[in-house]
């Protein structure tokens, strides 16, 4: 099945979007936008993920800011909201498991404790997809969800010649698997 703005891959349905729109994140302009964005929610969490992330814990509050411990100590790090998981975040603004770097970066700290090689788990999905966000339709719909702090990551695309699908390329493998990717690379030629 395909219809003129979807792709059937393996029975996941990738808005032609994820294929065509040029993307490459640029930090050092946007400063970790898409963790910081304002809303009274965080990222989608899978029920397997908040296990783990909450067994990991002791080792991931060692990357936080104190406020943003008070607030997991006070509240947890996750809400479903109308049966949907969900990162906290603080003061309808930062993630709960943000922290910042030199120069005011918004980053991720269960990614660094990962990158530190403290513990095996990288970050939650839906965090490594964006700006791809999953919809579920019968099954695994891709769509970009396309927010005015990620311009910097469009002029950066087009710059580096980058479509959405290449900068993804390691989010959606781990989602999919290399076949499935190398299908969609194919199909997208």
């Known amino acids: 099945m395909q219809s003129d703005n979807l792709l059937n891959i393996n029975n996941v349905l990738v808005n032609k979007e994820i294929k065509d729109v040029k993307f490459a994140c640029d930090l050092s302009r946007c400063k970790g936008a898409c963790c910081t964005m ?3 929610y965080g990222a989608p969490l899978l029920i397997k993920e908040v296990e783990t992330i909450g067994n990991l814990m002791p080792i991931i509050t060692d990357y936080l800011p104190k406020e943003h411990i008070e607030e997991i100590g006070r509240d947890g790090f996750f809400e479903e909201i109308n049966g949907i ?7 309808d603004r930062a993630c709960v498991f943000v922290y910042y770097e030199t120069g005011g970066i918004a980053k991720c700290a269960i990614e660094k404790a990962c990158k530190d090689g403290k513990i095996n788990f990288l970050k939650p999905v839906s965090c490594h997809l964006f700006p791809i966000r999953i919809s579920k339709f019968g099954g695994d719909v891709l769509i970009y969800e396309e927010i005015n702090e990620c311009q910097s990551a469009i002029l950066n695309g087009f710059e580096q010649n980058v479509t959405i699908a290449q900068f993804c390329m390691n989010s959606l493998v781990r989602q999919y698997g290399d076949q499935w990717y190398n299908k969609l690379i194919e199909d997208t030629k």
């Open 38 to 40: 304002e809303s009274p």
């Open 85 to 91: 998981l969900m990162t906290r975040s603080l003061n």
